[in-house]
């Protein structure tokens, strides 16, 4: 944890956070983390470690022990910004097996519901993978932005060539409105199934 300090300062600083920002999401004063950031302090709590984590948007084990080059799933919000754009994060490179019938090409980013955050077709501890886009490609899931607003929708084209947006478990559809935004394709989606799920399953 010798790197602690620095990392946090890049951290802070990739996230576009100043250090009175951090101070407020994770509880503490600005001159704490001035300490925290020098290595003044070189102990910090677990309960602070995990807000801290929070609040750069990067897993634990990458805060204590950097690993910048390995992939990580970033907290998806029902609030803009976009998940990756608050954390400068950079994207990854999926094999095309993971994505059968996908037409997409370039980075996507990992998303993971944020906690005590809800949205359609997505359950805590679900692993979404998202490629930025503000074009429609192909019918299926999409990451939508409505104002402030950052929601799932199935994403299709009606006959006249219009995109409609449904709701997890609703047959009817929203038109296109000059208030929705496509952000991103779900182009892949890998359901959470808790342990004690697969244990029984294998007996």
Not at 127 to 154: C, D, N, S
Not at 159 to 174: E, H, I, K, M, S
Request: with cysteine.
């Amino acid at each position: 944890m010798d790197a602690l300090g620095p990392r946090i300062k890049s951290l802070r600083i990739a996230a576009g956070l100043n250090k009175a920002a951090l101070a407020r999401h994770v509880g503490v004063s600005d001159v704490t983390i001035s300490y925290w950031e020098s290595g003044t302090i070189k102990q910090i709590g677990h309960e602070r470690l995990v807000a801290l984590s929070q609040a750069l948007n990067c897993p634990l084990a990458h805060l204590l022990e950097g690993e910048p080059n390995r992939p990580s799933p970033l907290y998806l919000r029902s609030r803009l910004p976009l998940p990756w754009n608050e954390a400068a994060h950079k994207g990854v490179d999926l094999p095309l097996e993971l994505i059968p019938g996908q037409r997409w090409d370039g980075d996507c980013h990992l998303l993971t519901p944020a906690p005590d955050e809800s949205f359609d077709f997505l359950h805590a501890f679900d692993l979404v993978a998202a490629a930025p886009t503000e074009i429609f490609r192909q019918p299926g899931l999409y990451l939508v932005t409505e104002g402030e607003r950052l929601m799932i929708r199935r994403v299709a084209q009606d006959a006249t060539g219009q995109l409609t947006f449904q709701r997890q478990g609703q047959n009817d559809v929203t038109p296109y409105h000059s208030g929705l935004r496509l952000a991103a394709k779900i182009v892949a989606l890998w359901r959470h199934e808790p342990l004690s799920d697969i244990s029984r399953s294998t007996r």
